[in-house]
């Protein structure tokens, strides 16, 4: 399935991570698109591959460890959507 980050937009993609299979080492993972067009990523998340092939499409990649807050991040990404688009 496919997943349209639109730009300018920032979404956490816990809901989309298929814990038991991936096994990353976050429980959670903040995107954001500072790109001028929509980018489509893959989801649900199974692999650490797939969280590379999402930075390497040019979004903002933030994993969120345990004992970090969600809040936080998606305010860490926001701040750099930001700074991509001059303030």
Do not use: C
Request: charged share 30%; hydrophobic share 45%; no cysteine.
């Amino acid at each position: 399935m496919k997943f349209t980050v639109e730009p300018g937009r920032v979404f956490n993609l816990g809901g989309y991570i298929v814990e038991n299979v991936a096994k990353l080492p976050y429980r959670d993972v903040v995107v954001g698109n500072h790109l001028k067009e929509p980018v489509k990523i893959d989801v649900p998340i199974y692999s650490e591959q797939m969280v590379v092939a999402i930075r390497e499409s040019g979004l903002i990649v933030r994993p969120v460890r345990e004992g970090e807050d969600l809040v936080d991040a998606i305010n860490r990404v926001k701040k750099a959507l930001e700074a991509w688009q001059g303030g």
